[in-house]
């Protein structure tokens, strides 16, 4: 099993670009969520959803949207890049029984 | 208030000793607590988890929860420098978590030879 996986691994936008993010997890856990982790910074959470087609806002969605279509895919877009999202952003995926998420590898983001 | 709180560090410890983070929290309601380690470049792991007041052993980990005082300690016995990272304490969210986590800023950790 391959867990979860983050494509790319490294990308830099210029200003107002727009991308997305790609997370994909083979392990049919409901719960998945977005993260952003800048330097010397505990983990933020973006967004977050509880399965397919069901997402909410977490601590800093601004500047961010997701969808949730499949249990296995939870893309993240950025639209209108901006400096203040440079940073790095995991993809994460968990059982709410539990509380333990696994991570992906993260993706390293550098807006110029 | 942060909702949990760490010390930064860095916290450098020579190879051998015990290396002692700490971590309170805000919520009372709070049932468990989480301790994650990050290497650098990586992305954070899950190394031991606690539910209950007491000690927790896991090899050369030990959690330490203290639910009164409302602080989560993670012990590491004979430190080598393989254990030289980044340690995140989490806890659920408050209210209706859907196994959301909030994370401390993380304490960085060195072991020196």
């Known amino acids: 099993n391959a867990g979860v996986t983050q494509t790319p691994k490294f990308r830099i936008l210029k200003i107002g670009q727009s991308m997305t993010l790609q997370c994909t997890q083979d392990m049919n856990h409901n719960y998945m969520y977005w993260y952003r982790q800048d330097p010397g910074m505990g983990l933020k959470l973006i967004y977050y959803?509880?399965?397919?087609?069901?997402?909410d806002k977490g601590e800093v969605p601004n500047g961010y949207n997701v969808s949730r279509s499949t249990t296995e895919d939870f893309p993240l877009r950025l639209e209108l890049a901006a400096p203040s999202q440079t940073s790095v952003y995991f993809c994460?995926?968990?059982?709410?029984?539990?509380?333990?998420?696994?991570f992906g590898p993260g993706t390293r983001l550098t807006v110029l | 208030q942060k909702e949990v709180e760490q010390n930064s560090g860095p916290l450098s410890v020579p190879e051998g000793a015990i290396a002692s983070l700490n971590c309170t929290y805000s919520?009372?309601?709070?049932?468990?607590f989480f301790w994650y380690r990050q290497y650098s470049g990586k992305s954070p792991e899950l190394i031991m988890f606690i539910y209950s007041n007491g000690d927790k052993e896991d090899g050369r980990f030990t959690a330490q929860l203290n639910k009164a005082s409302q602080y989560v300690s993670l012990l590491i016995r004979d430190s080598q420098p393989s254990d030289s990272a980044t340690y995140l304490c989490a806890v659920p969210a408050g209210g209706t978590s859907y196994g959301k986590l909030t994370f401390g800023q993380g304490t960085i950790l060195t072991v020196h030879p």
């Open positions: 919520d009372r309601g709070s049932q468990s």
């Open positions: 994460a995926a968990g059982q709410a029984t539990y509380n333990e998420q696994f």
């Open positions: 959803s509880v399965g397919a087609g069901i997402t």
